[in-house]
């Protein structure tokens, strides 16, 4: 295998001359990658089944942030399948960008029929599927290009958003929600399906974006170079510290008593609480678009430049220590590890079993049920990771993605 210096610009792969795998299959699985994909997918647990069984400080520590490490994670699993650091080209390229076309196309479905299942979730795989069908024009990007656009998109686009609300959908009961498959029976439900998925709904599209291109970055920058795990730890403080810490100034600036008054002029004597009560439980994905200086706050789901770049922070530091800690204590997090290696299995099956349990009446959220929603998918996941490998639904994208791809490039 050819030697390249770490602190060289990403390379390109010669054209291989024999027909590649899927890129991702052939590369050497990075533990901590693992660990950080199940820590995220464990905190989506913790959003979902948590809200009574621990206290509202806690879970806010999860919300949001746990959804923006599985979408950052999404961009280096797409960077680590079109090459790492050795980015494909030719026939091997565009079989890349086929596939993920195709998980794409398989994540949407997924999603839309998922949105339909009685529960209180509200699922993020189809901003994903869009996400990865965005992916495809910068899939060959170096990673300085991608992390300098995700820059620019993490501070244009929430003025963009705030704008477009405020001109087309300026009610605040408009926000959140997603695209489920019953939207696509009706014209109407589908037009308002799809403005929730890129303007307004609980994972706009629109401010999500940097979120995928920061992962791709990673991906290509190289995780698996021996300083990773430090330098990615202290630079995801450091955009923490921005991010946080910015909102944090600009609000005792004055925004917050200006807010704070706002909120009083329809609810006398509360605004100081509501707006604590925000900074909790986040917005329903976006900010409202009724005063400019909304965008200062770093709510979790508020889709302002100070949340994307801090908990893109969040999420870069998580991915270092991840891979600090999978490298010093790769027992003690095999279990967790497990589940990351068969996320969607896990994601997709958590929403089931609350729908199930909704359905049936049982549904309480009590502490017994929330230690359960936790322990039963590490359980699962080792049980599987030992028996079989890679979850049923990994396996069912791999095998799809891979036979398409292969057979339209191979016609070509």
Do not use: C
């Not at 398989?106 to 901003?127: D, E, N, Q």
């Not at 799809?194 to 920061?214: A, S």
């Not at 995801?236 to 008593?257: H, K, M």
């Amino acid at each position: 295998m050819p030697r390249y210096r770490y602190d060289e610009p990403p390379t390109r792969a010669p054209e291989p001359t024999v027909p590649p795998g899927l890129g991702g299959d052939v590369l050497p699985r990075l533990t901590g990658i693992d660990l950080a994909r199940g820590l995220a997918v464990l905190g989506m647990i913790v959003v979902h089944t948590g809200m009574f069984a621990v206290s509202p400080d806690v879970n806010a520590l999860f919300s949001g942030r746990s959804s923006i490490l599985f979408a950052v994670l999404a961009g280096v699993s797409l960077a680590l399948l079109s090459g790492g650091q050795r980015i494909h080209v030719g026939t091997r390229l565009r079989r890349d960008r086929v596939s993920i076309a195709v998980r794409g196309g398989m994540l949407l479905v997924l999603g839309m029929l998922l949105a339909v299942v009685p529960s209180h979730v509200l699922v993020i795989l189809i901003t994903y599927a869009v996400l990865f069908l965005l992916a495809l024009p910068v899939l060959a990007w170096s990673w300085r290009r991608l992390a300098g656009t995700a820059l620019a998109w993490a501070l244009v686009a929430p003025v963009i958003s705030f704008v477009l609300r405020g001109a087309i959908l300026p009610e605040t009961d408009t926000l959140g929600g997603t695209l489920t498959a019953l939207d696509l029976l009706d014209p109407g439900s589908l037009v308002a399906g799809l403005r929730m998925t890129f303007i307004d709904g609980t994972y706009p599209v629109l401010t999500w974006v940097p979120f995928l291109l920061l992962g791709l970055a990673l991906g290509r920058w190289g995780l698996d170079r021996r300083d990773a795990g430090w330098k990615l730890f202290l630079a995801g403080a450091a955009l923490a510290t921005i991010g946080y810490g910015g909102s944090a100034l600009a609000l005792t600036a004055g925004a917050r008593d200006a807010l704070i008054a706002a909120m009083e002029e329809t609810s006398p004597g509360m605004g100081a609480g509501m707006l604590d009560e925000l900074a909790r439980t986040g917005f329903p994905g976006a900010v409202y678009a009724t005063d400019w200086r909304w965008l200062l706050v770093d709510d979790p789901h508020s889709g302002t430049s100070f949340e994307i770049v801090g908990s893109g922070g969040v999420a870069v530091l998580l991915i270092g220590a991840s891979l600090l800690v999978a490298r010093w204590l790769p027992r003690v997090v095999a279990p967790i590890a497990a589940v990351g290696r068969m996320p969607l299995t896990i994601y997709v099956g958590h929403i089931l079993a609350i729908g199930l349990l909704m359905v049936l009446g049982v549904l309480t959220l009590d502490m017994t049920q929330f230690a359960l929603f936790l322990i039963v998918p590490v359980v699962v996941a080792v049980a599987w990771s030992r028996w079989a490998g890679r979850g049923p639904l990994e396996r069912m994208m791999t095998a799809g993605s891979r036979a398409i791809a292969g057979r339209i490039t191979d016609n070509r």
